[in-house]
């Protein structure tokens, strides 16, 4: 079972920034496509930004040019920098880990993001 935990949410300004971090289990950590998922009160889950494991990168376009996904395979950690950040932006912010061979898919508890001013 492969464990996923968020961390660096917050509440923020419009405008402001924060760094959302994920850390994932297993010795596959290299391998797996990982992806951060936002819900808002009332919405269904989206896709946010997701990364793959040779490092290519996919942003909804709401978040293009504002939000950057990265990963270190070393520490076992992937990254969302948050930009410019809006009201919209307002979620519980999810982390997650897929693998198709072994199969993987993995979430953690989710990571409070509040846009207010």
């Known amino acids: 079972q492969v464990q996923v935990v968020e961390s660096g949410g917050g509440l923020v300004q419009p405008g402001g920034s924060l760094r959302l971090s994920c850390a994932a289990s297993?010795?596959?950590?290299?391998?797996?496509?990982m992806g951060w998922y936002r819900q808002a009160p009332g919405k269904q889950r989206e896709l946010v930004a997701s990364i793959t494991r040779g490092g290519s990168t996919n942003y909804k376009d709401s978040v293009q040019g504002r939000f950057t996904i990265s990963r270190d395979n070393a520490q076992n950690l992937v990254y969302l920098q948050m930009t410019s950040l809006q009201f919209e932006d307002k979620a519980v912010y999810y982390c997650?880990?897929?693998?198709?061979?072994?199969?993987?898919?993995?979430w953690g508890q989710g990571a409070q993001v509040t846009v207010s001013s």
């Open positions: 297993g010795s596959l950590f290299r391998l797996y496509v």
């Open positions: 997650n880990a897929e693998l198709h061979l072994p199969r993987v898919n993995s």
